[in-house]
């Protein structure tokens, strides 16, 4: 018996052909639920900020460098692909692409890196106006994050510019 | 015409050994089903095997821990050059969400030299084996970097005096 279960098994694989897909020569589409890498449209952006304050990874950066430029730095080497920023982004200027075919050598290809113009008020100097009290409490004022460690600064934090977060790493290695 | 396509398809047959220091499970079940039949890496000559001392490839899960960093860094140095480094997944790449807590060091980046980069939180096992292919020479990468900048700025400045230092003396 089961020499013919043996033979019967053959027979249903047999049956079932070639099921192996030919991947990187035939390009296999995404499901439609699917999210990819975010694509940052600089002409829609209007540079408030939401993106960088609602990302969970932290890793939407924004730099102030003059009253009217600000750089919002994507690095998209931690991002987890949540498209929590394509949802808060009010202006829909953030899409959620089907590209899953990041693989690089250089971790800075899947940077994104835009320089958005900020008009002023007059008046008062600011960007923008915060609408409620929570929110001025949120952001007040610039932001400077650190574009060279790739990092975050918390405001209610003393932050050094070059001390990594664990230092002790060298004394576990020896 | 075959044997030469043959030779240019498989000429190199990678080795690979799977290390998780920390993550969450997830890279780990993509990269076994790249294993299966259905995406078969086989054809490219891909072979998990269970030591690192057998290795060409290292395809390492998860951020590099501060308890499993000097356990990954062991497994690196075992393994015979030449010999690449994968970061697979997210974590790997930059150290995941948790990348400035406590008990996480960084990305894998900092305790070994990464060669190639597979981001996704998981990546697909189309994208795994895509970064294999990278690897191989067979596909060419899509991604660059982009940059937007200003061409010009629209309006002056709004107090350009006081950017400068020897205005910034005389006020103070």
């Not at chain 1, 971790?107 to 008062?124: H, P, V």
Request: aromatic share 8%; charged share 25%; net charge positive.
């Amino acid at each position: 018996m089961s020499v013919m279960s043996k033979i019967k098994e053959t027979i249903i694989c047999l049956k079932a052909g070639r099921v192996t897909l030919p991947y990187p020569a035939d390009p296999q589409p995404a499901p439609p639920a699917f999210r990819g890498r975010p694509i940052f449209d600089a002409s829609k952006c209007i540079g408030c900020g939401g993106c960088a304050g609602n990302c969970p990874a932290r890793e939407i950066l924004l730099l102030d460098i003059c009253q009217e430029i600000r750089i919002l730095k994507y690095l998209g080497r931690r991002c987890a692909y949540c498209g929590r920023c394509a949802d808060v982004c009010p202006e829909k200027a953030i899409t959620m692409s089907k590209e899953f075919e990041n693989a690089t050598d250089t971790i800075g290809d899947i940077g994104q890196t835009l320089e958005l113009f900020m008009s002023t008020c007059q008046r008062c100097g600011r960007c923008f106006k915060e609408q409620s009290p929570l929110e001025q409490l949120k952001m007040k004022g610039y932001r400077f994050d650190d574009m060279q460690n790739e990092r975050w600064i918390f405001r209610s934090q003393s932050y050094l510019g070059d001390a990594p977060f664990t230092d002790d790493i060298k004394i576990e290695m020896e | 015409m075959l044997k030469n396509l043959c030779k240019k398809m498989f000429g190199r047959s990678l080795w690979v050994y799977h290390a998780n220091s920390g993550g969450c499970n997830g890279c780990d079940i993509e990269v076994l089903n790249a294993l299966t039949p259905y995406y078969d890496v086989e054809r490219f000559g891909i072979k998990l095997v269970g030591s690192p001392r057998h290795a060409d490839v290292m395809l390492c899960q998860g951020p590099a821990m501060r308890s499993t960093a000097k356990a990954l860094m062991r497994a690196y140095e075992a393994m015979p050059s030449p010999k690449l480094v994968f970061a697979v997944g997210s974590c790997a790449c930059g150290g995941g969400i948790w990348h400035d807590s406590y008990s996480v060091i960084g990305p894998v980046e900092k305790i070994l030299p990464v060669s190639y980069y597979i981001p996704g939180c998981p990546p697909r096992p189309e994208a795994i084996i895509y970064g294999v292919a990278v690897a191989l020479g067979l596909v060419k990468k899509k991604v660059a970097p982009v940059e937007f900048k200003q061409p010009e700025y629209t309006i002056p400045l709004y107090h350009p005096g006081d950017r400068l230092p020897e205005n910034k003396s005389e006020k103070s």
